[in-house]
């Protein structure tokens, strides 16, 4: 009963990061003025700021349990988890839309689900096969009906944009796994601070850049639209960044790895609702077939990952 009860507050924490970092998806589409590595470089700084805002009372307390090997770690997560990732992502959104983009990225749980098949109290993959074939099977069919029935520009276009959103699979897959296995190690840290710790060390990793990749735009664009930029940017970072990752460090500590990939497809669904919505329209029968297929398939994974209760001796 205790292990389902965590189990419970896992998946419930994972759900709450994925419904927040659905969002990430819809930024680059509300900033058209902006590349993908022009508005990551503008939310990471808005994060970097959040965070060491949240963190400064603490920051002294915090750091003294830290090792080099903690920040060598926190650096190439921020780098390929945040930054290289949410590039790429935006780029993706850019070129060949939300769904296509995000139905790409949502073949994460399957990357995930793998990696950590061998960790101790995995599942085996045999009993997680049908879950990973209904994910697969859903990811597969709406990002076939995605490409076949929407806006086609140049093949050139279509190539780069997939190419992006292939490439933010497998960095967030990485950081998924990577990010998971260190935390089990860094028991001193709360998940909560080390989420701040991340955006801290991503926030100085886009001041960096910020010269060099958002300086000479600087006069191409009004006050009014900076003021827009900051603002969406700003609301993704704290969204995104300080609350969902806060509550995917708790579900990375309280859920197997596998599990915990499995949970991250509620990401893709909350990002093709956010989709659905700015397209004004509701999803047609190839698309709630994909959706129900991907929910199937989590919901497969969660009942191999209960507890068995054994009935009493009589």
């Not at 290289?84 to 995000?102: D, E, F, H, K, R």
Request: charged share 10%; hydrophobic share 55%.
């Amino acid at each position: 009963m205790f292990a389902d009860r965590l189990l419970l507050k896992g998946i419930v924490y994972g759900v709450c990061a994925g419904l927040c970092w659905g969002v990430i998806f819809l930024g680059p589409q509300l900033t058209p003025g902006l590349s993908g590595l022009q508005f990551a470089v503008l939310r990471f700084l808005c994060y970097g700021a959040i965070s060491v805002a949240l963190l400064m009372p603490r920051w002294r307390r915090v750091c003294a349990n830290l090792t080099i090997a903690d920040w060598k770690s926190l650096f190439w997560l921020s780098l390929i988890g945040n930054l290289i990732y949410y590039t790429l992502v935006g780029t993706g959104v850019q070129l060949v839309g939300i769904a296509t983009t995000s139905l790409i990225v949502g073949l994460i749980p399957v990357f995930v689900t793998l990696a950590g098949r061998h960790d101790v109290n995995a599942i085996s993959l045999r009993k997680l096969t049908p879950s990973l074939f209904c994910a697969v099977g859903g990811v597969v069919l709406i990002s076939w009906h995605a490409l076949i029935n929407g806006d086609k520009p140049d093949i050139l276009t279509n190539v780069a944009g997939i190419l992006c959103a292939a490439g933010a699979l497998v960095t967030w897959s990485w950081f998924a796994v990577s990010n998971a296995r260190r935390l089990a190690q860094v028991v001193s840290v709360s998940a909560h601070d080390w989420a701040l710790l991340t955006g801290v060390m991503t926030g100085a990793q886009s001041l960096l850049l910020a010269v060099p990749v958002l300086g000479w735009q600087v006069g191409t664009h009004g006050n009014s639209e900076w003021l827009h930029f900051v603002m969406v940017a700003g609301g993704v970072a704290f969204l995104s960044s300080v609350v969902g990752n806060a509550c995917w460090n708790q579900a990375s500590r309280l859920l197997p790895l596998a599990l915990s990939g499995q949970v991250l497809v509620i990401e893709t669904l909350a990002a093709l609702v956010f989709g659905f919505l700015w397209e004004h329209r509701l999803p047609d029968s190839y698309e709630i077939a994909a959706i129900a297929l991907l929910v199937s398939g989590v919901v497969w994974c969660l009942n191999c990952h209960r507890t068995p209760r054994h009935s009493p001796a009589v």
